[in-house]
């Protein structure tokens, strides 16, 4: 079933890459050239985010670009199978996380045992990464910020023009409540995590789009804010 996006400023759209809301969120960006794709969720996300290309009238050679936000294999999964569906997209990476995609480096390690475990017998894929980013750079109209510490090379991006900030997994609800970080245990470094969550509110956003979970609806940076207020990593 394709996923049906959801038009959140003019030309960005939010896509359920899994068929439950808001479990995993990607962005499609208009371009003046194409689309650009901020993450790619799992391997069967695939087919939902070729579908909602379908659906926006976009054809494979439409997606010009694919931007991934951090190396977890729910942001990455579906790398491959759009690279099959569009061989053409030029895949862009943070420089700290581009050899962690690329396959060359091995994942964060994580302090949480069973986590740590999984880490350590997932198969990293293999993808080419064509150009990488550091903070300042800009993507698809919106301003790369480094959020280390969910993972060390972690980034989230701000659209200034929209008042549009992708947290990517700086915040998340994916176990309950937003979280700086999703969960503690998903951190690569937790009291980094919290200082990127400082340095983000930091910003000034109304609108915010998290990979996991329901953004809050209004006064999102006040909200965020108050997390952060909450979070007590140091
Ligand atoms: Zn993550």
């Known amino acids: 079933m394709a996923a049906l996006p959801e038009k959140i400023a003019p030309g960005i759209f939010r896509v359920d890459a899994l068929p439950f809301t808001y479990a995993i969120s990607v962005l499609l960006v208009a371009e ?8 790619t969720g799992v391997p069967g996300s695939v087919g939902r985010i070729t579908g909602a290309l379908t659906a926006l009238g976009a054809e494979p050679g439409d997606l010009r670009r694919i931007y991934l936000t951090h190396h977890h294999a729910d942001h990455i999964g579906g790398l491959a199978g759009l690279i099959a569906w569009a061989p053409a997209v030029e895949v862009i990476a943070p420089e700290r ?3 962690i995609v690329a396959g060359e480096q091995p994942p964060d390690r994580r302090e949480n045992p069973l ?8 198969q990293m894929p293999v993808n080419p990464v064509a150009r990488t980013v550091r903070e300042g750079d800009i993507i698809a109209g919106f301003r790369v910020i480094a959020t280390p510490g969910h993972t060390l090379g972690h980034t989230s991006l701000l659209h200034e023009g929209h008042g549009l900030l992708m947290t990517a997994d700086a915040f998340g609800a994916l176990l309950a409540k937003v979280q700086v970080g999703g969960a503690k ?17 930091g910003y000034d956003f109304a609108t915010a789009v998290l990979s996991h979970g329901q953004p809050p609806r209004d006064r999102a940076r006040e909200r965020l804010r108050e997390v952060t207020a909450r979070c007590t990593w140091a």
Not at 187 to 197: E, G, I, L, M, V
């Open 32 to 39: 003046r050239d194409g689309w650009t794709l901020i993450d």
């Open 97 to 99: 996380e581009a050899p």
């Open 115 to 122: 986590l740590r475990f999984l880490d350590e017998r997932q």
């Open 185 to 201: 245990v998903l951190c690569t470094d937790p009291p980094q995590a919290k200082r990127s969550a400082e340095k983000l509110v």
